[in-house]
T-cell receptor, first 116, second 112 residues
Framework: EPEVTQTPSHQVTQMGQEVILRCVPI?????FYWYRQILGQKVEFLVS????????KSEIFDDQFSVERPDGSNFTLKIRSTKLEDSAMYFC??????????????FGEGSRLTVL | QKEVEQNSGPLSVPEGAIASLNCTYS??????FFWYRQYSGKSPELIMF????GDKEDGRFTAQLNKASQYVSLLIRDSQPSDSATYLC????????????FGTGTRLTIIP
């Protein structure tokens, strides 16, 4: 069964360092997303990406964050200068069509980021 | 601020009984509604989605939507220990975009 894969599964970094989280969406999917979940809190939308550009972003997704699809398979989230409050589980997700129409939003297993 | 509210639980239900999970949302213009299951330390997994008022059934699961009351629920019939998880309600609050707003989730425990 096709799945969204994420690397690394866990990353520990020092405050102020840059972090890149990587995702390989399901191969025929066109819409890509990043969500995050701080431990014990709700899942929060960060950004959606379609046709090589950001289609929607939340207020969390400030200038420290960026996304890129550098080739035909990877979708990355970069945090330029990490802060303690960036510690969270980051979920990549993808869908073939508009997930809010089809309901078919597939999440990866997540990358846990710990900022010290 | 567009909110999605759930009782955090824990909700304990005997095996074989019906588990009832509830969710309310603040934005009357919300379009689509989703229930996800999340096991501890794992990613959300879609159970059901619903767009129209009324009931939608899929196996042991039934989603119920009442837009007038801004209320969506999930019923799990014949509850199994493997149903023990946190259930997340998610709502698409902005027509034309893909942002999902999640509730904090209800932790469900099925007691054997």
């Amino acid at each position: 069964e096709p799945e969204v894969t994420q690397t690394p599964s866990h990353q520990v970094t020092q405050m102020g360092q840059e972090v890149i989280l990587r995702c390989v969406p399901i191969s025929n999917h066109l819409y890509f997303y990043w969500y995050r979940q701080i431990l014990g809190q709700k899942v929060e939308f960060l950004v959606s990406f379609y046709n090589n550009e950001i289609s929607e972003k939340s207020e969390i997704f400030d200038d420290q964050f960026s996304v890129e699809r550098p080739d035909g398979s990877n979708f990355t989230l970069k945090i330029r200068s990490t802060k303690l409050e960036d510690s969270a589980m980051y979920f990549c997700a993808s869908s073939a069509g508009l997930a809010t129409n089809t309901g078919e939003l597939f999440f990866g297993e997540g990358s846990r980021l710990t900022v010290l | 601020q567009k909110e999605v509210e759930q009782n955090s639980g824990p909700l304990s239900v005997p095996e074989g009984a019906i588990a009832s999970l509830n969710c309310t949302y603040s934005d009357r213009g919300s379009q689509s509604f989703f229930w996800y299951r999340q096991y501890s330390g794992k990613s959300p997994e879609l159970i059901m989605f619903i767009y129209s008022n009324g009931d939608k059934e899929d196996g042991r699961f039934t989603a119920q939507l009442n837009k007038a009351s801004q209320y969506v629920s999930l019923l799990i019939r014949d509850s199994q220990p493997s149903d023990s998880a946190t259930y997340l309600c998610a709502v698409n609050t902005d027509f034309g975009n893909e942002k999902l707003t999640f509730g904090t989730g209800t932790r469900l425990t099925i007691i054997p």
